[in-house]
């Protein structure tokens, strides 16, 4: 079965083609980061306008890569929510027409859940029940995967999710949009253990996240040590950054990474889990593959993560998700 996919809950216009919720015989991504990076986050009616803009060739260039006719589609998967709003109508509008013109299923599919399932587009094998860290822009959530479409959210972030607060603090140092590669980049060349951050304790013994505390430590740090001005100067020219901002990036990743670490392995003694997931945009950051997949192997824990052009958005881990809900019967109303 080919489920066509279509991803439009922020800044990218995506589509794909995936045959039987596995094989990708297409993905396109058109991405609108040059249009907002002059703003240093997503401005949401622009962001609207651009998904307008690029819908209809985005999908005609899936179909293309993929060499599939239009009546070769079973069924019509769209990203449903969350998002931003006015995004969202784009891709629900022309996922709703092109299904009905077609008379094909139509599936409205939860983002995340597409960030969860784009796990098993590669590792089908990967044992249940598991621990699930959707770690993005939007989103730091941890569930507990009982099995494929049986899921509880065990954790959530207070405040900032971790991808926001990589973006925030280069937004801060004029280092650029969106933040995290950026910040993986120079974290290589700083010292991750030279600039403390505590560990949020969450009192209540949830396992809830937060991120708004370092947020605040290192923008404190930035005042103290006059990096403002310095980084401005160093604007876009990465090597003539001083250690002193490349030792705050690295260890403001390492902080992130430190209290994913930290949660997973509580929630990891309080469930049965048999792995760990870890999807989203943040995921393709190799640091923290690395260090998640050491730290819980060494103690005899697989740990997965999709590879990376399916950890950023894109809209084969949607037609991926709707091809689960397809084969139960299951399909939306308009
Ligand atoms: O999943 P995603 O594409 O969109 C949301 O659903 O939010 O995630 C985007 C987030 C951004 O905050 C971006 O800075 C972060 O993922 N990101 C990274 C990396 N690539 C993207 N964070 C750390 N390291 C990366 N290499
Ligand atoms: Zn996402």
Not at 292 to 305: D, L, N, Q, R
Request: hydrophobic residues 45%.
């Amino acid at each position: 079965m080919i489920v066509l996919g279509i991803e439009s809950s922020c800044d990218e216009t995506a589509a794909a083609l995936v045959e039987d919720g596995r094989r990708i015989l297409s993905s396109v991504v058109a991405s609108q980061v040059s249009i907002h990076r002059e703003y240093g986050g997503v401005v949401p009616e622009l962001a609207s306008r651009e998904h307008v803009d690029n819908i209809c060739f985005v999908v005609d260039e899936a179909l293309r890569e993929a060499q599939v006719g239009w009546d070769q589609l079973d069924a019509i998967a769209v990203t449903q929510g969350p998002g931003l709003v006015g995004a969202l109508l784009v891709g629900l509008a022309y996922a709703k027409a092109l299904a009905y013109s077609l008379g094909l299923p139509f599936l409205g599919v939860n983002h995340l859940e597409g960030h969860v399932y784009s796990v098993f587009m590669d590792y089908p094998e990967a044992e249940t029940p598991a621990l699930s860290l959707v770690v993005s822009g939007g989103h730091t959530n941890l569930y507990f995967l009982r099995g494929i479409g049986e899921y509880e959210l065990l954790a959530k972030t207070r405040d900032d999710a971790a991808g926001e607060a990589l973006d925030k603090l280069s937004k801060f140092l004029g280092l650029g949009y969106p933040g995290g590669p950026v910040i993986e980049k120079l974290a290589k060349l700083g010292d991750s253990r030279k600039v403390r951050f505590t560990m949020p304790r969450i009192k209540d013994g949830s396992l809830d996240f937060s991120f708004s505390g370092i947020k605040t430590a290192a923008l404190r740090f930035v005042k103290e040590n006059n990096i403002e001005r310095i980084a401005e100067e160093g604007k876009g020219v990465i090597t003539s950054l001083p250690p002193t901002v490349l030792d705050l990036v690295a260890s403001y990743q390492q902080a992130i990474i430190d209290q994913l670490i930290n949660r997973l392995e509580k929630a990891l003694s309080k469930t049965e889990a048999r792995s760990i997931q870890v999807s989203g945009g943040v995921s393709c950051n190799r640091a923290l593959r690395e260090q998640i997949a050491s730290y819980f192997e060494s103690k005899g824990i697989p740990v997965y993560a999709p590879q990376q052009a399916l950890t950023t958005d894109n809209a084969a881990m949607i037609a991926a998700a709707g091809y689960l809900r397809l084969k139960t019967g299951a399909a939306d109303p308009w």
